[in-house]
C-alpha cells in the first residue's frame, strides 16, 4: 500500500513538474549538482543573515537555480521583523542577480548589493551589458557607437518571458565585425529579456570601491554560518524526506545556531545583586552544550549545498 502510494506521489510529480527522473523514496526532492562535482538528489537551502550572524528567514527550495529564492527570503525577512527600514542595505550572492529580482528589490527602496553571474561574459566588450540603450528611438548603441534598431518581439519559453529583439543596422562594414558576432549573416542582435536596465544599473554599480568594500563584509559575516551548520551541528545531509519535513528539519537546525547566538548574548549581560555592590554576571538559563547537543541528535549527517543572504 504505501509503495503505491509512492509511485503514485512520484507520479504526479512527472506530469505536474514535467520532470524526466523522479525519486520514488522522497519525490519531491530534485537532481542537483553538488561542490563534489556529482549530481544527486537534493534540496537547496536557503538563509538570510543579519550583520551579528543571526539568521532572520530560512526556506528550502526544489530548484537547483537559486535566482527565483531571493523574493521568497525577503517577503519573509520582513514579515519575521515587523517590517524594514527603506534603503537598508542587503547583499546577495550572486546567483540571485535577475532583472526580475533587482527590479524588485528597487520597488521595495532596499540598497541592494548583487554581483553579476555572468562570469567571463562580463570582461567581453562586446556582450550586451555594453551596449547603451537610446529610450526616445527605442534602439541600442554598439560599442562602435553604430545603432540597433528594434525588429520585434516574442515569447521565450525557455525563460519563461517576453523577449524584445534588436538587430544591427551597420554591422557589414564594421572593422569589429568577427569580435562582435558569430551570426553567419554578419549581422549583431540583440535578445533584451524585461529590467535589462536595472541589471546594467547593478553592474555599474558593483564596480564602484563603496560597492566592492560592502560586499566584501557579506563573506564575513555569511560563511561563518555555513560552516557553523555544516560543520558544527553537522548537517550535512538531511535524515527526513518530503519538502515540508525537510523545512522543519532546516528551520531547527536554523533554531540551534539562534539559541547559541542568545545564549553567548545573555552570558555577556550582566546584573546588580542584591547587596547594591558591584556588578556580577548574570547566571545562565540554559546550558551552552545542551544546545549543542540537540543540535548534533537532531542532525548527525547534512550535506547541504546552499546559497546565502547576508543583511546588514
Known amino acids: 500500500?504505501?509503495?503505491?502510494?509512492?509511485?503514485?506521489?512520484?507520479?504526479?510529480?512527472?506530469?505536474?513538474?514535467?520532470?524526466?527522473?523522479?525519486?520514488?523514496?522522497?519525490?519531491?526532492?530534485?537532481?542537483?549538482?553538488?561542490?563534489?562535482?556529482?549530481?544527486?538528489?537534493?534540496?537547496?537551502?536557503?538563509?538570510?543573515v543579519d550583520k551579528g550572524g543571526f539568521i532572520l528567514a530560512n526556506d528550502v527550495g526544489q530548484n537547483a537555480a537559486d535566482v527565483g529564492q531571493l523574493q521568497t527570503q525577503?517577503?519573509?525577512?520582513?514579515?519575521?521583523?515587523?517590517?524594514?527600514?527603506?534603503?537598508?542595505?542587503?547583499?546577495?550572492?550572486?546567483?540571485?542577480?535577475?532583472?526580475?529580482?533587482?527590479?524588485?528589490?528597487?520597488?521595495?527602496?532596499?540598497?541592494?548589493?548583487?554581483?553579476d553571474n555572468s562570469g567571463t561574459r562580463a570582461n567581453n566588450p562586446y556582450d550586451k551589458k555594453n551596449f547603451v540603450y537610446n529610450e526616445q528611438k527605442d534602439e541600442y548603441i554598439c560599442p562602435a557607437n553604430h545603432p540597433l534598431t528594434f525588429l520585434g518581439e516574442h515569447f521565450d519559453r525557455q525563460k519563461d518571458k517576453i523577449v524584445r529583439v534588436y538587430r544591427g543596422q551597420r554591422c557589414l562594414e564594421c572593422e569589429h565585425q568577427r569580435l562582435c558576432?558569430?551570426?553567419?549573416d554578419g549581422i549583431r542582435a540583440l535578445k533584451m529579456f524585461p529590467h535589462e536596465v536595472h541589471c546594467n544599473v547593478m553592474t555599474a554599480k558593483m564596480k564602484t570601491p563603496i560597492a566592492k568594500e560592502i560586499y566584501r563584509v557579506r563573506q564575513q559575516i555569511v560563511?561563518?554560518?555555513?560552516?557553523?551548520?555544516?560543520?558544527?551541528?553537522?548537517?550535512?545531509?538531511?535524515?527526513?524526506?518530503g519538502i515540508n519535513s525537510v523545512r522543519a528539519e532546516f528551520n531547527l537546525a536554523c533554531s540551534a545556531v539562534n539559541l547559541r547566538k542568545i545564549w553567548e548574548y545573555l552570558k555577556e549581560k550582566v546584573s546588580p545583586p542584591q547587596d547594591g555592590g558591584g556588578l556580577t554576571p548574570r547566571k545562565p538559563f540554559l546550558k551552552l552544550q545542551w544546545i549543542d547537543r540537540i543540535a548534533q541528535l537532531c542532525f548527525p549527517h547534512c550535506e547541504i549545498s546552499a546559497s546565502w543572504f547576508y543583511f546588514q
Not at 547583499?91 to 527590479?103: K, V
Not at 558576432?181 to 553567419?184: I, S
Request: aromatic share 8%; net charge neutral; glycine share 8%.
Open 181 to 184: 558576432t558569430k551570426q553567419k
Open 74 to 115: 525577503v517577503i519573509q525577512t520582513t514579515e519575521n521583523l515587523g517590517g524594514i527600514v527603506e534603503s537598508i542595505i542587503w547583499s546577495f550572492d550572486s546567483g540571485y542577480f535577475s532583472g526580475d529580482n533587482i527590479a524588485f528589490l528597487s520597488d521595495r527602496k532596499i540598497d541592494a548589493y548583487m554581483p
Open 223 to 241: 560563511e561563518p554560518v555555513i560552516g557553523d551548520i555544516k560543520e558544527n551541528k553537522g548537517v550535512r545531509t538531511f535524515l527526513t524526506r
Open 1 to 48: 500500500m504505501q509503495l503505491r502510494e509512492g509511485l503514485q506521489e512520484a507520479l504526479h510529480e512527472v506530469n505536474d513538474e514535467g520532470l524526466k527522473h523522479v525519486s520514488t523514496t522522497d519525490p519531491n526532492s530534485r537532481f542537483m549538482k553538488n561542490k563534489k562535482g556529482r549530481i544527486e538528489l537534493s534540496y537547496n537551502p536557503q538563509v538570510t
